[in-house]
């Protein structure tokens, strides 16, 4: 997943050209309208973008008002097409809904200013700090510790604070011209529950067993209209996690949605399934971690303080994610067992499947459900017959080696 409004290379200038002084000048044209003097912008810098924007830090060189010294401007692309989600929308409302919240439980950048039209969005710079892949790939297994359960309190944070808010969710959604949302994790959910069986047959020769189907479809029910639901940015990955003075805050809200909470938590029971950064972690600061969000959301819904209501949830979610991802990931046929993601330092895509299905199978052996244990078992010998022995050997994150 890309970057945003994180850290990177000091000074990284952005090269002049058309994109980015069109940029700028829509930029100070909407500061200026909303301060109503006139502001000007310089020395713009590259934050990486992901293909959709253009996001860059900029310097306020120029203002008669008190303004930060410097701020963030994302301005997207065109319009997506009919029946695609547009990431504008969901950016812009998620900002709006964040900023309307107190300072301190404010769960991303503040919002200053934006263009529909424009489709532009001016946010508060939290900073050149580290982010959470940042502190993971270093070499201090405490501050990765500290790290870890700061991200896991910021989610049960995240989480109570925007509790009860699907409706103003949906206002600013529609305000912004989308009459309808979906999470596209969800999306990606049912088309895997269509796809997978399939693919499976055909690239492991690994059939579906039909306790295992009714369970995952069991498991969909997370993905409708629950009392568990909360403010998701959906793509909560290590990278897009900025770890501040004042605890971790949360970036890039581009498929940002309201979902069960459960889907996030089961971030917490095996790391980031959506990311290119899917090590391993010590198996106790995975509890630590689970307790911590726990100790956070149980302020809302305190129901989820029993272990018989919250864990059959967190399995479920554990078994969409693990079962999506293994849509995400399996290789085809004809193509590489290579890294996740080929320009980060991934893991090879048979070893993050084998231990997520072995971390499943685990996990639903102790919570009474055999059938789930022994597909996973199954899916992990097939890994490996497919793929070798090598597909059982997923490292630690540096920091913790």
């Not at 950048?109 to 489709?119: C, F, G, S, Y």
């Not at 959301?297 to 305190?302: A, D, G, T």
């Not at 299905?357 to 490996?384: F, T």
Request: aromatic content about 8%.
């Amino acid at each position: 997943m890309s970057v945003e409004i994180t850290t990177g290379p000091p000074e990284v200038r952005v090269p002049a050209s058309a994109e980015v002084t069109d940029t700028l000048g829509t930029a100070e044209t909407v500061l200026t309208r909303r301060m109503g003097a006139p502001v000007r912008l310089a020395d713009p810098e590259d934050l990486g973008g992901s293909g959709r924007s253009v996001v860059m830090r900029v310097r306020v060189a120029e203002t008669p008002f008190e303004l930060p010294r410097t701020l963030v401007i994302k301005h997207y692309g065109t319009v997506p097409g009919k029946g695609h989600s547009d990431p504008f929308a969901h950016e812009a409302a998620s900002c709006q809904l964040a900023t309307a919240l107190p300072p301190e439980l404010r769960v991303g950048p503040e919002l200053i200013a934006q263009d529909t039209e424009k489709r532009l969005l001016v946010l508060e710079d939290l900073g050149r700090g580290a982010n959470l892949a940042d502190v993971l790939f270093a070499d201090d297994p405490r501050a990765a510790e500290r790290s870890l359960l700061a991200w896991a309190r910021a989610l049960g944070r995240l989480h109570t604070s925007m509790a009860g808010r699907e409706a103003d969710f949906d206002a600013l959604m529609r305000r912004l011209g989308l009459e309808s949302w979906s999470d596209p994790v969800a999306d990606d959910i049912q088309r895997s529950l269509r796809e997978l069986p399939e693919l499976l047959a055909n690239t492991l020769d690994l059939s579906l067993p039909e306790q295992v189907r009714a369970r995952l479809d069991s498991a969909a029910g997370l993905l409708g209209s629950t009392k568990y639901r909360s403010f998701s940015p959906s793509d909560i990955c290590p990278d897009n996690s900025l770890v501040t003075g004042n605890g971790v805050r949360f970036l890039d809200f581009e498929w940002a949605c309201v979902r069960d909470i459960a889907l996030d938590a089961a971030y917490l029971q095996f790391p980031f399934p959506s990311s290119w950064c899917s090590y391993a972690m010590p198996a106790g600061l995975v509890d630590n971690m689970l307790a911590t969000w726990r100790s956070e959301i149980v302020e809302v819904w305190s129901d989820l303080d029993d272990d018989a209501v919250l864990m059959p949830r967190l399995l479920d979610a554990q078994l969409l994610w693990v079962w999506v991802s293994t849509w995400w990931f399996l290789p085809r046929d004809g193509q590489l067992d290579g890294p996740i993601d080929a320009h980060m330092p991934s893991p090879r895509r048979s070893t993050a499947l084998a231990d997520r299905w072995q971390r499943l199978g685990k996990d639903a052996a102790a919570n009474d459900m055999p059938e789930i244990a022994e597909y996973a078992e199954r899916m992990v010998q097939a890994l490996v017959e497919r793929f070798g022995s090598g597909a059982l050997e997923l490292r630690s994150y540096p920091a913790f080696r």
